[in-house]
């Protein structure tokens, strides 16, 4: 008797609904490999032992959702849950990307007021605060402000908005004062006086 048909055995055994042996779920992932459609969405037998919410619907069907962690090793604090289905009778195994959902399983960053920074960091410049941790002085009329000391990289969609956000707050401040943007990203100079 092959993986699938143990399987196909054993699940005879269950009442419909939700499955609380925990037997289940090593037979799945020892005969993963033998249903179609297992390999799918990057899916092996080595991540069947996250699965949960397991449930038979007689005769032959075995529904579950696994967390999956593909955007979590980016950063992220999202993972996708994927709702699988087995079919023991046809032998396949299927998921629908787009019944996939998401589940916060990392820790949100506390939101960002960047006005109060970019106040702070025009204050320093336009006083020429040479001791200021945050600026690096080219002249007295030049300089580059260190954004990986005010802003520092976190969750990249989450640092670039932050970053967007002071820079367009920074702007404002430093126009009003006569400072204006160079080519250079973060590189701010005096106007010259008339």
């Not at 037979?27 to 899916?43: F, K, P, Q």
């Not at 996250?50 to 962690?69: S, V």
């Not at 336009?126 to 976190?154: A, C, F, G, M």
């Amino acid at each position: 008797m092959d993986a699938l048909d143990e399987l196909r055995t054993y699940v005879k055994t269950l009442p419909e609904g939700r499955i609380t042996d925990a037997k289940v779920k090593l037979l799945i992932s020892h005969c993963w490999d033998l249903l179609e459609g297992s390999s799918d969405h990057s899916m092996n037998m080595f991540k069947v032992h996250r699965a949960e919410d397991l449930m038979f619907n007689p005769p032959a069907t075995i529904l579950f959702n696994i967390e999956r962690h593909g955007q979590t090793v980016q950063g992220s604090i999202y993972a996708s849950v994927q709702k699988w289905q087995i079919n023991l009778i046809e032998g396949t195994a299927t998921s629908n990307p787009f019944d996939e959902e998401k589940r916060i399983v990392g820790k949100r960053d506390a939101p960002l007021k960047v006005n109060p920074i970019a106040e702070k960091v025009v204050n320093d410049i336009v006083n020429l605060n040479k001791k200021s941790e945050y600026l690096q002085w080219k002249s007295d009329r030049k300089v580059r402000i260190l954004i990986q000391h005010i802003i520092p990289e976190t969750v990249q969609q989450t640092t670039t908005a932050r970053r967007r956000r002071f820079r367009e707050k920074l702007k404002e401040l430093l126009t009003s004062k006569g400072w204006n943007g160079t080519t250079v990203y973060y590189v701010y100079e005096k106007e010259e006086s008339t």
